[in-house]
């Protein structure tokens, strides 16, 4: 496919379950970020992957909240003991990366629909 | 500490009117300022992005307006259509002083426009 994916698109838990939200960017695309939209909010940064490097974790909400990036490619994120704040739409976002000196388009994915009851 | 805020939240406008959404930002760091659209059950899409360079840029019928001295951007939408009718967020990034590259998004929390007919 030409655009960033994500699955599952919709997610129903109980609070307490773990769940992961699954994402695929872009290809050649090495940048990819997770980010949080709450009801009628603006979205709200997570983390970031770029390449191989760790990833800055500085927006990760609580310890709760994990995320990989596998082969430079597929990334998933993973919420342990889920909370019904926790309920939101996780959307990915994935650019080329130009390094310190440029700001690139982030192409965004649907979305996954999170609802901890 | 909301770092970008956007009003209105909701905006209803006639068909072919203008339609203008605006936002202020803190961080003087901010050097990339995009607008996203995002229709319902979609992510985001850029629409139009500006540099604090220059003070305005125009694409077909919309046009960010920047003003670098107050910290303000605005989106004009001319000769608003029905399907022009979505949310609109606009966002603002940096450069980390560490070079990650990371380009991290700090949004709005979002208008509702709504174009009638």
């Known amino acids: 496919g030409a655009g960033v994916s994500q699955s599952p698109s919709n997610k129903v838990t109980e609070k307490g379950k773990d769940v992961e939200l699954r994402c695929d960017p872009i290809s050649g695309h090495t940048a990819l970020y997770w980010y949080r939209q709450s009801l009628g909010q603006g979205l709200e940064f997570l983390i970031y992957f770029q390449g191989n490097s760790a990833p800055d974790k500085s927006g990760l909400p609580s310890d709760r909240f994990s995320a990989e990036r596998t082969g430079g490619s597929v990334s998933t994120l993973t919420i342990q003991r889920t909370q019904q704040e926790d309920s939101a739409v996780y959307l990915c976002a994935s650019s080329f990366f130009l390094g310190s000196g440029g700001a690139n388009e982030q192409f965004f994915g649907p979305g996954t629909r999170l609802t901890v009851l | ?117």
Not at chain 2, 17 to 33: K, V, W
């Open chain 2, 1 to 117: 500490q909301q770092q970008v805020k956007q009003s209105p939240q909701s905006l209803i406008v006639q068909k072919g009117g203008i339609s203008i959404i605006n936002c202020a930002y803190e961080n003087t760091a901010f050097d990339y300022f995009p607008w996203y659209q995002q229709f319902p059950g979609k992510g985001p899409a850029l629409l139009i992005a500006i540099r604090p360079d220059v003070s305005e840029k125009k694409e077909g019928r919309f046009t960010i307006s920047f003003n670098k001295s107050a910290k303000q951007f605005s989106l004009h939408i001319m000769d608003s259509q029905p399907g022009d009718s979505a949310t609109y967020f606009c966002a603002a990034s940096s450069r980390r002083a560490r070079d990650t590259g990371r380009r991290a998004l700090t949004f709005g929390s979002g208008t509702r426009l709504q174009v009638q007919p």
